[in-house]
C-alpha cells in the first residue's frame, strides 16, 4: 500500500539545507502529504503536513508542486540532532480515522 | 507541552506469558492507536480505538491482541501469550482529531521476550 517514494538515504553537511524529495503521483485530491521523522528508534515526531500550498513551521518548510505528484521537506539548517529516518506519508485528512502508513522513509545523516 | 506517556519503558517476558502495555494519551485526545516495530523494520500499524472500541486493525492484531481504556485515561494493549515474534517496540498513539489530525507518538515500550 506504499503511495509514496523516496530515497533511501541520504547525507547532509551540519548547517546546510537538507532536501528531501517525495514521490506521491497517485496522490487524490483529498488527500495532505505529512512528514514524521523518527530519531533512533524513539516515537515517530510530527514534522508538517500540506495540500497544495507550500507549508513552514518552526521545524521546516514543504514545498509541493503544482500538480501535487510530489513534495520536498527541507530542513533549513540541519543540526546533528535532525539525524533520522523521515517518513512522507500522504492520507485524507477530516476523516474519522487518522491512521498512518509507515513506509521505509529515507534516512538522513547529518555530519559534523 | 502534552505528552503520550508509556509505560514500561522496557519489559522482558518468557515466551507464553501474558504482558500489559500502558499509555496515558493527551488529555483532550479521542482518538487511540497501537503501533510496533520490529527491530530494522517499518513502523507498524496495529489498531485504532476510537469511542470505546476498535475502529480498525490489522492482520497483525489477531486473538492473541486486545485494547482497552479502562478509566478514562489509560489505554492498555494486552498480549495474552507472548511469542518470540512479539518482541519488538511499541509504540502508543492519539490525536485530538482537530485541525488535520496529526498524531502524538509515545516513546514506547520495548518488549522482550525470551
Known amino acids: 500500500d506504499a503511495k509514496t517514494t523516496q530515497p533511501t538515504s541520504m547525507d547532509c553537511a551540519e548547517g546546510r539545507a537538507a532536501n528531501l524529495p517525495c514521490n506521491h503521483s497517485t496522490i487524490s485530491g483529498n488527500e495532505y502529504v505529512y512528514w514524521y521523522r523518527q530519531i533512533h528508534s524513539q516515537g515517530p515526531q510530527y514534522i508538517i503536513h500540506g495540500l497544495k500550498n507550500n507549508e513552514t513551521n518552526e521545524m521546516a518548510s514543504l514545498i509541493i508542486t503544482e500538480d501535487r505528484k510530489s513534495s520536498t521537506l527541507i530542513l533549513p539548517h540541519a543540526t546533528l540532532r535532525d539525524t533520522a529516518v523521515y517518513y512522507c506519508?500522504?492520507?485524507?485528512?477530516?476523516?474519522?480515522?487518522?491512521?498512518?502508513?509507515f513506509g521505509a522513509g529515507t534516512t538522513v545523516t547529518v555530519r559534523a | 507541552e502534552p505528552e503520550v506517556t508509556q509505560t514500561p519503558s522496557h519489559q522482558v517476558t518468557q515466551m507464553g506469558q501474558e504482558v500489559i502495555l500502558r499509555c496515558v494519551p493527551i488529555s483532550n485526545h479521542l482518538y487511540f492507536y497501537w503501533y510496533r516495530q520490529i527491530l530494522g523494520q517499518k513502523v507498524e500499524f496495529l489498531v485504532s480505538?476510537?469511542?470505546?472500541?476498535?475502529?480498525?486493525k490489522s492482520e497483525i492484531f489477531d486473538d492473541q491482541f486486545s485494547v482497552e481504556r479502562p478509566d478514562g485515561s489509560n489505554f492498555t494493549l494486552k498480549i495474552r501469550s507472548t511469542k518470540l515474534e512479539d518482541s519488538a517496540m511499541y509504540f502508543c498513539?492519539?490525536?485530538?482529531?482537530?485541525?488535520?489530525?496529526?498524531?502524538?507518538f509515545g516513546e514506547g515500550s520495548r518488549l522482550t521476550v525470551l
Open positions: 506519508i500522504v492520507r485524507v485528512a477530516w476523516s474519522n480515522d487518522y491512521k498512518l502508513s
Open positions: 498513539a492519539s490525536s485530538g482529531g482537530q485541525g488535520h489530525g496529526e498524531l502524538f
Open positions: 480505538f476510537y469511542n470505546n472500541e476498535i475502529s480498525e
